[in-house]
């Protein structure tokens, strides 16, 4: 299990750049889509990491920030470049990636209205940098949209877990995710 984790981490810090800007080399066609959230390690932690966080919230409040994710995503990526720099995109992406981190090691309780603003924020950022990638085809998005649900519901079965080891396991997930944040932040 150690070494597991421990190569892990290694494959993961080996990645020195978010990965969350154009050039992934995918076409735009539906198979580019569902494969995009899953070709950047951005993409894929935090995408994984809200659906972990959403299933530790109360039951009533906690699948409505996937969905929300998935939406705002979504129409983002229908409207990138539009409003959001390239730039500023990259940096919400990595930024991101470390709040979500530090969201699965601690147990803040954040209000409401900030857990929908980060969730708004991150969506935001990585829909309009999706988008950019892989430019207005309506089947891209379909298989974006559906990658992305999924990784929202794996971390969502994850997240009601109360075994303690999978406990552990998701805070050392958040360390990674923020460890590669940093890294990608200075990089």
Known sequence: MKKTIFFA???????TSALAHPGHGLA???????????????????MFAIGIWAARRPAAQGWQLPVLFVTVMAASAAFAMTWLPVALAEALVILSVCAMGLLLISSVNLPRIAQLALVIVAASAHGALHGMELGAHASALVGMVLATATLHALGWVLGRQSHPTLQKVTQLLGGVMMSLGAVWMFA
């Open 9 to 15: 981490s290694a494959a993961l810090a080996a990645s």
């Open 28 to 46: 735009s066609d539906f198979a580019a889509g569902l494969m995009h959230p899953l070709s950047g390690w951005d993409h894929l932690l935090v």
